[in-house]
């Protein structure tokens, strides 16, 4: 199978997920959205939307682990969500550990002056995306 070229790259959260988009061929990905989703579960036809318009090789979920490495709650819940990506786009689907990318993109949006940028909802969200990303892409070059 050749090395995914255009990725598509979730923050999972229960009430809101984050979306970048990042190429191998750069290392980078930028923020697209954040999608609601109700007790995890986003509107699985915005997600579709999505890979529509982008037509991703691959899809990378952030696993959010305790800072000890061992699985949360939370990380059982973003690896269903991974295999449910999966299952109803048969796109393969890569998990990264993403400790600390919220901490640090509140922090980049504080240090943006808390401006919104051309994504829309919450940002923090999609930044967070963004950092794990590029995490993926950093431990995964093409």
């Given at each position: 199978?050749?090395?995914?070229?255009?990725?598509?790259?979730?923050?999972y959260?229960?009430?809101?997920?984050g979306?970048?988009?990042?190429?191998?061929?750069?290392?980078?990905a930028?923020?697209?959205?954040?999608?609601?989703?109700?007790?995890?579960?986003?509107d699985?036809?915005?997600?579709?939307?999505?890979?529509?318009e982008?037509?991703p090789?691959?899809?990378?979920?952030?696993?959010?682990?305790?800072?000890?490495?061992?699985?949360?709650?939370?990380?059982e819940?973003?690896?269903k969500?991974?295999?449910?990506?999966h299952?109803?786009?048969n796109?393969p689907?890569?998990?990264?550990?993403?400790?600390l990318?919220?901490?640090?993109?509140?922090?980049?949006r504080?240090?943006?002056?808390?401006?919104?940028?051309?994504?829309?909802?919450?940002?923090?969200d999609?930044?967070?995306?963004?950092?794990?990303?590029e995490g993926w892409?950093?431990?995964?070059?093409?």
């Open positions: 199978m050749p090395a995914p070229r255009l990725l598509l790259g979730f923050d959260g229960s009430k809101q997920i979306v970048a988009v990042g190429q191998a061929i750069t290392g980078q930028r923020e697209l959205c954040t999608l609601k989703a109700q007790n995890g579960v986003p699985w036809a915005r997600v579709e939307a999505l890979l529509k982008w037509q090789d691959a899809l990378v979920v952030g696993l959010p682990l305790n800072m000890d490495g061992t699985p949360s709650e939370m990380s819940r973003a690896e969500f991974a295999r449910k990506l299952g109803r786009f796109l689907v890569h998990t990264h550990d993403e400790r990318t919220t901490f640090e993109a509140k922090g980049e504080l240090a943006r002056g808390g401006q919104k940028g051309s994504y829309r909802d919450n940002p923090v999609a930044i967070a995306a963004r950092l794990l990303l892409l950093e431990a995964n070059p093409g």
